[in-house]
T-cell receptor, first 117, second 111 residues
Framework: DAMVIQNPRYQVTQFGKPVTLSCSQT?????MYWYQQKSSQAPKLLFH???????NEADTPDNFQSRRPNTSFCFLDIRSPGLGDAAMYLC????????????????FGPGTRLTVT | GDSVTQMEGPVTLSEEACLTI???????????LFWYVQYPGEGLQLLLK?????DKGSNKGFEATYRKETTSFHLEKGSVQVSDSAVYFC??????????FGSGTRLQVQP
C-alpha cells in the first residue's frame, strides 16, 4: 500500500544533543510537510518542500532544519533540542498538480514522539 | 488571516448517541474544508472533505456539509461507537499549500 512512513516512532534524546527524524513516502507526492504537535494542540506547520524548494514558516525556530535528498525522503533535524521541543512530529505529503480548484489533501504519517531528557 | 474555530471538548457520549461537532471558519476566497481524525498515539487520517459550497462529505457514517452562508462545516454522525473515540480536527485549505487546523475536539464514547 502507498503510504507515509516515519522512523522511529519514539525517539529519546538528551538536552542539546542533535537529533534527526526521518520520513519516507511511496505516494510519489511532490510536496512534503513537517508539523509539530504538542499535547492537546493542533498540528503546527514548521516547513514544507515543494519539489526541492524549501518553504519555512515565519515563526519556525532556527533550531529546526530540514533536508530532502530526493522525492521519497525528507528529514527533520533539531540542532540543539530543548525541553520545549518535546512533541509529536508529523510528516505529511500532498500532490500539487496546479489544477484549478485543486484540493490539497494531505496524507499523514503515524508521527514520531520526541522526548527530551 | 484564515482561522478555524471548533467547539471545545471533551465531548462525552454514550454508544449509539448522535454526534455533532461544530466547526466554523474565516477565510478569504473559497477554501476546501476537511475533517481529520487522530486516534491515540497515531497520526492524522483524513475523514472527509468538501471542496465547494453545499458539498457534503461523508465517510464511515460521518457527514459534514459545506455551508458558505454560515461559514460552517459541522461534523455529524447518527450513532457513535466506542471505536469512534478520538480527537477530531477541522481544517481548511485556501490554496497556500498549508492546512489551517482548528484546535481539535476530543470525543469519548462510553459503552
Amino acid at each position: 500500500d502507498a503510504m507515509v512512513i516515519q522512523n522511529p516512532r519514539y525517539q529519546v534524546t538528551q538536552f542539546g544533543k542533535p537529533v534527526t527524524l526521518s520520513c519516507s513516502q511511496t505516494l510519489n507526492h511532490n510536496v512534503m510537510y513537517w508539523y509539530q504537535q504538542k499535547s492537546s494542540q493542533a498540528p503546527k506547520l514548521l516547513f514544507h518542500y515543494y519539489d526541492k524548494d524549501f518553504n519555512n514558516e515565519a515563526d519556525t525556530p532556527d533550531n529546526f532544519q530540514s533536508r530532502r535528498p530526493n522525492t521519497s525522503f525528507c528529514f527533520l533535524d533539531i540542532r540543539s533540542p530543548g525541553l520545549g521541543d518535546a512533541a509529536m512530529y508529523l510528516c505529511a505529503t500532498s500532490s500539487d498538480l496546479r489544477d484549478r480548484g485543486r484540493t490539497y489533501e494531505q496524507y499523514f504519517g503515524p508521527g514520531t514522539r520526541l522526548t527530551v531528557t | 488571516g484564515d482561522s478555524v474555530t471548533q467547539m471545545e471538548g471533551p465531548v462525552t457520549l454514550s454508544e449509539e448517541a448522535c454526534l455533532t461537532i461544530n466547526c466554523t471558519y474565516t477565510a478569504t476566497g473559497y477554501p476546501s474544508l476537511f475533517w481529520y481524525v487522530q486516534y491515540p498515539g497515531e497520526g492524522l487520517q483524513l475523514l472527509l472533505k468538501a471542496t465547494k459550497a453545499d458539498d457534503k462529505g461523508s465517510n464511515k457514517g460521518f457527514e459534514a456539509t459545506y455551508r458558505k452562508e454560515t461559514t460552517s462545516f459541522h461534523l455529524e454522525k447518527g450513532s457513535v461507537q466506542v471505536s469512534d473515540s478520538a480527537v477530531y480536527f477541522c481544517a481548511l485549505d485556501t490554496g497556500r499549500r498549508a492546512l489551517t487546523f482548528g484546535s481539535g475536539t476530543r470525543l469519548q464514547v462510553q459503552p
